[in-house]
C-alpha cells in the first residue's frame, strides 16, 4: 500500500477534520504531529505557499488545505462514502462547507476581541450559527442527511471546539436554548466521533461525565487540570499498559522536552 | 432537455466565469438581468443566505456561489471537462481554486478604498500576483496546462477586470516586467475563442465601475 502521512496538531479543528474522514473509510495513515512554533523542513517543504497544517502526503505528493484534503480522500477512497450521490445534493454540500470557510474569520472574532468588539463578534457568530441551522442543517439528523458526511466533518469543531473557545473567552454560545437544532446535531456528532474508535476494533472505556453523579463535577476538575479544557470529548490513553511495556518513560521525556522548548 | 437559467449582472466578473462554461461545454440558458441596486423576487428567493449573483437555476434547483455553480456544470456535464481526472491533480487545481477565491478580493478592496487602507490592499494584491505568477501559473501556457480549465477561469477576472481596477484608481499592480508570465496569460487567454466573444466592452465597464467607485468613496 502506497504511503500515507498526515501532518497535523492535536489542538487543531482542521487537523481533526482530516481524521475524522480517514478513520470514518477505514485508510491506514501514519501520523506525525507538528510543532507549530517550531516548524519541521518537512510540512516547510509540503506546504510552501501557506506553511500550515494539516498536510496529507500520499505516497510522497502533499495535499494541503484540510476542505481541500477531505474532497481528495473521498475521491480516492470512494468507500463509505461521505459525499451524496445527487449532483444537486453534493453541490449543497460543497456551498456550506464554502460558507463555513468563508465566514471563519467573523466566527472567531469573539474569541480575539474584548469589550465592545468582542459584543459585536459574539452577536455576529451567534447571527451565522442561526443561518447555518435554519438553512444548513434544517431539520436533518445530519448536515449530510441520515448519515455523517463532509459537511458534517467541516464543521465538525462547532461540535468540539466551540465551547471551550467561547469559555476560554468568557462568553455564552450554543445554550440549549439558542440554538436547540445545531446543539442536537453537535451530540449526535460527538456520539459518532467516539463510535469511530469502536469501528478500529480499539474498545474505548467511555465515561459519561454527567452519569457520574456528584463525581462527574469533581472528575471535569481533574481533567481541567490534566488537559487544561473542562469540554468534551477527551481521548485518554492507558498509561498503564504503556508503562508495562516501557513505553511510557520515553513518550513522558520526549513531552517534557517540548514543553521546556515552548 | 431541462431548463438552464442563469441569474447575472453585466459587469460582473463572477457572473462571467458561469457565461464561459457554459459556452465552453455548448449549454443553453436564458440569461436573467438583475438590478442589484433592486433585487428581484427570484434572486431572493433562490439566494437566501447571499443575496447575490451568479445563481444558476437548473430544473428549478437554485445552485450559488459561482465556482460552486461551475463544479456543478461539470459534474451534470462532463463533455470538455474542465478539471483534471486524475485524484492529485484535482485536488490541486481545487486548491489554487480556492487560491483565487481568498486573495482576488484584495483587488476589489484596491477599487474600494483609499489611503492607509488601499496601500495595505496594493501589498495583498501584488503578493498574490508574485504567489500566483511563481507557482501556479510557473512555465504553462495555462493553468490548466496546454488548455484552459477551471483554474484559469478561477484567475479570469485578471483578463479585463484587473486593468479596469488599475485605470479607475491610477494604481499600476500587474507590471508586466515583473510579471511577464501573467502577462502572457493574460493575452492567452484572451484569445481563446469563447473569452474573446464573451467579455463586456471595456469602454462601458470602465464608466460603470468608475462612477461606482466615485460613489463608494464619496459615501464614506
Not at chain 2, 108 to 114: A, G, I, P
Amino acid at each position: 500500500m502506497e504511503e500515507l502521512k498526515l501532518l497535523g496538531n492535536w489542538a487543531s479543528p482542521f487537523s481533526y477534520r482530516v481524521l475524522w474522514a480517514l478513520k470514518h473509510k477505514g485508510v491506514k495513515y501514519e501520523y506525525v504531529e507538528e510543532d507549530l512554533f517550531n516548524k519541521s523542513e518537512l510540512l516547510l517543504r509540503c506546504n510552501p505557499i501557506h506553511k500550515q497544517i494539516p498536510v496529507l502526503v500520499h505516497a510522497g505528493k502533499p495535499v494541503p488545505e484540510s476542505i481541500i484534503i477531505l474532497e481528495y480522500i473521498e475521491d480516492t477512497w470512494p468507500q463509505n462514502s461521505l459525499l451524496p450521490l445527487d449532483p444537486h445534493e453534493r453541490t449543497m454540500a460543497r456551498f456550506w462547507i464554502k460558507f463555513g470557510e468563508d465566514k471563519a474569520p467573523i466566527f472567531y472574532k469573539f474569541f480575539h476581541t474584548v469589550g465592545e468588539e468582542q459584543v459585536k463578534g459574539t452577536k455576529e457568530a451567534e447571527e451565522l450559527l442561526k443561518t447555518i441551522e435554519e438553512y444548513g442543517l434544517g431539520d436533518k439528523e445530519f448536515f449530510g442527511g441520515e448519515e455523517l458526511g463532509l459537511t458534517d466533518i467541516a464543521y465538525g469543531w462547532i461540535a468540539c471546539w466551540l465551547d471551550v473557545l467561547a469559555e476560554a473567552a468568557g462568553v455564552e454560545m450554543l445554550g440549549p436554548q439558542s440554538f436547540p437544532r445545531l446543539q442536537a446535531w453537535a451530540e449526535r456528532f460527538s456520539s459518532e466521533v467516539k463510535s469511530l474508535f469502536k469501528k478500529l476494533g480499539v474498545e474505548p472505556l467511555v465515561i459519561e461525565l454527567d452519569e457520574l453523579g456528584p463525581q462527574g463535577p469533581q472528575l471535569q476538575n481533574v481533567l481541567e487540570g490534566l488537559t487544561g479544557q473542562r469540554t468534551v470529548p477527551n481521548v485518554f490513553i492507558d498509561t498503564v499498559e504503556l508503562y508495562h511495556n516501557g513505553e511510557l518513560e520515553s513518550l513522558l521525556s520526549d513531552a517534557n522536552a517540548k514543553r521546556k522548548e515552548n | 432537455m431541462a431548463e438552464v437559467k442563469l441569474l447575472g449582472t453585466w459587469p460582473s466578473p463572477f457572473y462571467y466565469r458561469v457565461v464561459w462554461v457554459l459556452k465552453l461545454k455548448g449549454i443553453a440558458y436564458e440569461f436573467i438581468e438583475e438590478d442589484l441596486n433592486n433585487k428581484g423576487p427570484l434572486l431572493l428567493q433562490h439566494n437566501p443566505v447571499h443575496k447575490k449573483i451568479p445563481v444558476l437555476i437548473h430544473s428549478g434547483k437554485s445552485i450559488c456561489e459561482s465556482m460552486i455553480i461551475l463544479e456543478y456544470i461539470q459534474e451534470i456535464w462532463p463533455q470538455n471537462s474542465l478539471l483534471p481526472t486524475d485524484p492529485y491533480d484535482r485536488a490541486i487545481a481545487r486548491f489554487w481554486i480556492k487560491f483565487a477565491e481568498d486573495k482576488l478580493p484584495a483587488i476589489w478592496m484596491v477599487f474600494r478604498t483609499s489611503g492607509e487602507e488601499q496601500k495595505k490592499a496594493i501589498r495583498d494584491s501584488l503578493e498574490m500576483l508574485e504567489t500566483t505568477e511563481e507557482h501556479a501559473l510557473g512555465d504553462k501556457t495555462f493553468f490548466g496546462g496546454d488548455k484552459i480549465d477551471l483554474v484559469d477561469i478561477a484567475f479570469g477576472q485578471h483578463s479585463q477586470w484587473l486593468q479596469m481596477v488599475e485605470d479607475v484608481t491610477h494604481v499600476k499592480l500587474l507590471d508586466a516586467s515583473k510579471f511577464p508570465r501573467l502577462q502572457r496569460w493574460i493575452n492567452n487567454f484572451k484569445q481563446v475563442p469563447i473569452i474573446k466573444e464573451n467579455l463586456p466592452d471595456y469602454q462601458e465597464m470602465f464608466a460603470y465601475f468608475k462612477a461606482h467607485r466615485e460613489m463608494l468613496l464619496s459615501s464614506k
